[in-house]
C-alpha cells in the first residue's frame, strides 16, 4: 500500500501548471521572495514590534536575525526589474522610487522582533523579470 499524506512534488507541479496556464511568468524563486518579503496591505497589528513577531511566526521564518517586508504590490517591486530601477550590480536592481518597509530585527534574549517602519528604496536581485532575491535597502538620506 502507497504512503498517504501530502505530495509535494504533484503540488508543486500543480502550481507550474496553473501559473503557466495563467498565461504569466512563474518562479519558484519569485514566490519564496514574496512570502518572504511582501505584505500587501500591511498586515494591521499594535505596534511595529507586534507586527514583526505576527509576521515572522506567521510566515515561518523563525530565528533570522533581520528580514525586511515591502508594503507595495507584486507589479510594482517586480518592475523595478526592468523600467522601475537601475543596475546595481550583477543581477541587481535599484528601485528608482522609494518604498514602505517594516525591517523586523531578532532578540534571542527575548525571542522576539523588534520592527521599525520607513520608506527607502531597495535593491532586489532579479531573474526573467522578478525579483527572487532582497539585497538590502537605501536609506532616504544616501
Request: positive net charge; aromatic residues 10%.
Amino acid at each position: 500500500m502507497g504512503a498517504r499524506g501530502p505530495r509535494p512534488a504533484v503540488l508543486l507541479l500543480l502550481a507550474a501548471c496553473l501559473a503557466l496556464a495563467r498565461g504569466g511568468p512563474w518562479s519558484l524563486l519569485n514566490d519564496l521572495f514574496r512570502k518572504n518579503h511582501v505584505d500587501m496591505p500591511k498586515t494591521l497589528a499594535t505596534n511595529d514590534n507586534a507586527y514583526c513577531n505576527k509576521m515572522m511566526w506567521q510566515r515561518r521564518i523563525y530565528f533570522k536575525f533581520s528580514n525586511t517586508f515591502i508594503h507595495a504590490k507584486d507589479f510594482d517591486i517586480n518592475s523595478i526589474c526592468s523600467t522601475g530601477g537601475t543596475a546595481a550590480g550583477a543581477n541587481k536592481q535599484q528601485s528608482k522610487e522609494h518604498f514602505k518597509i517594516t525591517v523586523c530585527t531578532f532578540n534571542p534574549w527575548s525571542l522576539s522582533y523588534t520592527g521599525v517602519s520607513s520608506t527607502a528604496k531597495i535593491v532586489i536581485s532579479c531573474l526573467n523579470g522578478l525579483a527572487v532575491l532582497f539585497v538590502k535597502t537605501i536609506s532616504a538620506s544616501a
